[in-house]
């Protein structure tokens, strides 16, 4: 079946620090991959999106980079700041009929100045 | 443009009783997607609808029902409430193309007592 392995949180880093989320998944073909992001209270936000192998998805400073070889999708950002402070979700939408997302576990991400 | 629109933002029940949810998608869009979060379970996709038409399911009992109208305003119903179906519901809406990826509102927060 399909599903999402996040690396599990939370992680905790300080202001300006390198920031890597893992993510694997499994799933028959191509699905397109995504990474969301929620803020306390608020529902889920795009961050970046990814529909083919080596694609590289970017938004806000994150990256992250389609890899077929190893089915992963890493969410990393160059230098985080306290407004990074979130829960971040990998996801897939397979390749099946209609539209519908797989959701890793999130990860909490808190920042300090 | 105006985002997607969930109401009622918040809701307490009892248990036994039945809820209705509303959300208004993204103008233009066509497919409404419900999903169910949880502390323990996560994010489980509930079922999708496109054009008026239920395209895909997951894995809930019949207690859960949705609907969609020609306007692609959607509803989801829950009845015999539990106390475990106490969870943010989001709903997201997308073009045809889950390439497209998902706008999601910000949620319904319901309580059963």
């Known amino acids: 079946g399909n599903s999402v392995t996040q690396m599990e949180g939370p992680v905790t880093l300080s202001e300006e620090a390198f920031l890597t989320i893992n993510c694997t998944y499994t799933?028959?073909?191509?699905?397109?991959l995504f990474w969301y992001v929620q803020y306390p209270g608020e529902g889920l936000q795009l961050l970046l999106k990814a529909t083919k192998a080596d694609d590289k998805g970017s938004n806000k400073g994150f990256e992250a980079t389609y890899r077929k070889e190893t089915t992963s999708f890493h969410l990393e950002k160059g230098s985080v700041q306290v407004s990074d402070s979130a829960v971040y979700f990998c996801a897939l939408s397979p390749m099946e009929y209609g539209n519908k997302l797989v959701f890793g576990a999130g990860t909490i991400l808190r920042v300090k100045s | 443009k105006a985002g997607v629109t969930q109401t009622p933002r918040y809701l307490i029940k009892t248990r036994g009783q039945q809820v209705t949810l509303s959300c208004s998608p993204i103008s233009g869009h066509r497919s409404v997607s419900w999903y169910q979060q949880t502390p323990g379970q996560g994010l489980q996709f509930l079922f999708e609808?496109?054009?008026?038409?239920?395209?895909n399911k997951g894995n809930f009992p019949g207690r859960f029902s949705g609907r969609q109208f020609s306007n692609s305003r959607s509803e989801m119903n829950v009845s015999t409430l539990e106390l475990g179906d106490s969870a943010l519901y989001l709903c997201?809406?997308?073009?045809?193309?889950?390439?497209?990826?998902?706008?999601f509102g910000s949620g319904t927060r319901l309580t059963v007592v």
């Open positions: 609808y496109f054009s008026e038409t239920q395209r």
């Open positions: 799933a028959t073909g191509y699905p397109s």
């Open positions: 997201a809406s997308s073009s045809f193309s889950q390439a497209d990826g998902y706008t």
